[in-house]
């Protein structure tokens, strides 16, 4: 067999065959910007609970080898409220894969007694740091594969590949119902407000339902307005109109039934839940009474009106 021309390639072909071995070594040099053993690749938040305080951080560490990973003494997580915020505490950290898994997966529980843990599900509720061996942690190399140590994580995790992800589900923090319109004692919209921003949804009322057994006759839903104006990011405005004056929550429930309208940006999508007087949390009350009726009598019949009877909403 003979191989002509490759000793003697055309200009053309010289270019192409340069051009080859560039893209080649770009290839090569990108290859070794790739996670190494003990590079952290993931930061997941969890809201295992539901109680829109993140409880749970994952870590995901780079084990292509699979060699076994273990814990040694007291772990040197710290955690913090956003980035550089109010230190919370950590309770306790447990390998949640295998420790031969790639990656490996740390999971860190958090004090959700700690003060500092605000109520957010948002990526940037919760800060994770990790300091190397030497650096004044808890214990001399804390996690380790026997031969390479965790990288460690900084304040904020600068890292492009190190920012927390989001895998908590928005929860709602309030739902407040009012008399909004003509304060005619009557009830016309409830303001649900929710732990992190939510996508916009201009009506999303396919997901929402509002009902009662018999205190609110004529329920009649409109709009259900999420992340656009007059709603907040982290709100859906639920308009309704009732036949009956009553200014307070009665036997009144709101459901969302999972779906479009209650999204994060990371893609988590709320629970269903039903909003009522018992539910976790309850409506607030947001409505003034007003009054009702209002009747006079001349008690004592003597022709002179000597009494006002005023009923209100509530
Ligand atoms: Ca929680
Ligand atoms: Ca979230
Ligand atoms: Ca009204
Ligand atoms: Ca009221």
């Known amino acids: 067999m003979k191989f002509e021309g490759i000793t003697s390639f055309s200009p053309v072909a010289k270019i192409v065959a340069v051009a080859v071995i560039a893209f080649g070594g770009f290839v090569l040099f990108n290859n070794s910007a790739l996670a190494a053993v003990g590079d952290v690749t993931d930061i997941s938040l969890y809201d295992g609970n539901g109680n829109g305080k993140i409880d749970e951080v994952r870590v995901s560490i780079e084990n292509t080898l699979n060699t076994t990973w273990t814990k040694n003494g007291t772990p040197a997580f710290t955690a913090e409220s956003g980035d550089g915020g109010a230190a919370i505490t950590v309770v306790s950290s447990s390998f949640y894969s295998t420790q031969t898994d790639s990656p490996v997966i740390l999971s860190i529980a958090l004090d959700e007694n700690d003060a500092d843990l605000t109520t957010s599900t948002a990526a940037t509720a919760v800060a994770l740091v990790y300091t190397q061996a030497g650096g004044g942690g808890a214990c001399a190399a804390c996690f380790t594969n026997g031969s390479v140590e965790l990288a460690g994580i900084a304040t904020g995790d600068t890292g492009a590949g190190n920012t927390e992800v989001d895998a908590a589900k928005p929860v709602v923090t309030s739902a407040t119902f009012y008399d909004a319109t003509s304060s005619d004692g009557k009830l016309d919209i409830i303001t649900v407000v929710y732990s992190e921003d939510i996508s916009a949804a201009a009506d999303g009322s396919a997901d929402w339902a509002i009902s009662s057994a018999a205190d609110f006759a004529s329920l009649v839903e409109g709009s259900v307005v999420c992340n656009t104006a007059p709603s907040a990011a982290n709100e859906c405005d639920y308009n309704f109109t009732t036949a009956t004056a009553k200014t307070d929550v009665g036997d009144l429930t709101?459901?969302?039934?999972?779906?479009?309208?209650?999204?994060?940006?990371?893609?988590?999508?709320?629970?269903?839940?039903?909003?009522?007087?018992?539910?976790?949390?309850?409506?607030?009350?947001?409505?003034?009474?007003?009054?009702?009726?209002?009747?006079?009598?001349?008690?004592?019949a003597n022709g002179k009106i000597d009494q006002f009877t005023l009923a209100f909403t509530e």
């Open 254 to 300: 709101l459901t969302y039934t999972a779906g479009i309208s209650v999204v994060d940006s990371a893609a988590n999508t709320a629970n269903t839940i039903a909003l009522n007087s018992a539910s976790s949390p309850a409506f607030a009350d947001g409505a003034a009474p007003q009054i009702k009726t209002a009747t006079y009598q001349d008690t004592d």
